[in-house]
């Protein structure tokens, strides 16, 4: 494998943190009783921002970083940062968002950011010919990675994404549906969240 820093960052510092920063938003849910305050519709919104960052991480993890994944990345940034604010706008009226939560939100954010900044700074003609800059045409097409990541880490990272993202988000929906009787805003909470 290339000992370039930036791919090592990446690796071992940004995906790590990420998932840490995620598993760490879900605890400061189960402890403002999410299931009981926002309910059901924001874990819906937690597995929407999962996924947004999951489309691009899982490109970065397997195809080749071209001008499409690039741009795929940096839109999928932008829809994150809609996502967050319609999640945020909906929770702040229905539960206490603690300074730690808070603190949390502010590494969901930036790791995926980041992420565009180093992949972009690794693929720099391929980044500015997606602008038309550069001396090198932008390239759309999809295809693998011709020297793909260690099978290992793929699996070690789309796992742990699995243990430490989707299975707990997975599990506050289902305690969301459960507490409400199948509803997705309690019914404490629908007059707030209207």
């Given at each position: 494998?290339?000992?370039?820093?930036?791919?090592?960052?990446?690796?071992?510092?940004?995906?790590?943190?990420?998932?840490?920063?995620?598993?760490?938003?879900?605890?400061?849910?189960?402890?403002?009783?999410?299931?009981?305050?926002?309910?059901?519709?924001?874990?819906?919104?937690?597995?929407?921002?999962?996924?947004?960052?999951?489309?691009?991480?899982?490109?970065?993890?397997?195809?080749e970083?071209?001008?499409?994944?690039?741009?795929?990345?940096?839109?999928?940034?932008?829809?994150?940062?809609?996502?967050?604010?319609?999640?945020?706008?909906?929770?702040?009226?229905?539960?206490?968002?603690?300074?730690?939560?808070?603190?949390?939100?502010?590494?969901?954010?930036?790791?995926?950011?980041t992420?565009?900044?180093?992949?972009?700074?690794?693929?720099?003609?391929?980044?500015?010919?997606?602008?038309?800059?550069?001396?090198?045409?932008?390239?759309?097409?999809?295809?693998?990675?011709?020297?793909?990541?260690?099978?290992?880490?793929?699996?070690?990272?789309?796992?742990?994404?699995?243990?430490?993202?989707v299975?707990?988000?997975?599990?506050?929906?289902?305690?969301?549906?459960?507490?409400?009787?199948?509803?997705?805003?309690?019914?404490?909470?629908?007059?707030?969240?209207?």
């Open positions: 494998m290339e000992q370039d820093p930036t791919l090592l960052l990446l690796m071992y510092f940004v995906v790590p943190v990420w998932l840490m920063a995620g598993f760490a938003d879900w605890l400061c849910h189960r402890a403002t009783n999410i299931e009981t305050t926002a309910g059901a519709k924001e874990s819906i919104i937690h597995l929407l921002l999962f996924a947004e960052v999951a489309g691009p991480f899982l490109a970065v993890l397997l195809l970083v071209n001008a499409l994944v690039i741009a795929f990345m940096i839109v999928m940034f932008f829809v994150h940062e809609a996502t967050t604010l319609w999640d945020l706008s909906y929770a702040v009226r229905l539960r206490k968002i603690t300074p730690i939560e808070q603190h949390v939100h502010s590494y969901l954010e930036l790791m995926p950011l992420a565009v900044l180093m992949i972009s700074a690794r693929h720099w003609p391929q980044f500015l010919a997606l602008f038309g800059l550069g001396d090198e045409a932008p390239r759309f097409d999809i295809a693998f990675k011709a020297n793909p990541l260690p099978l290992a880490y793929i699996i070690g990272a789309i796992v742990a994404a699995l243990l430490f993202a299975l707990p988000y997975m599990e506050e929906l289902l305690r969301g549906l459960r507490s409400n009787h199948g509803r997705f805003v309690p019914l404490a909470a629908r007059s707030s969240a209207q």
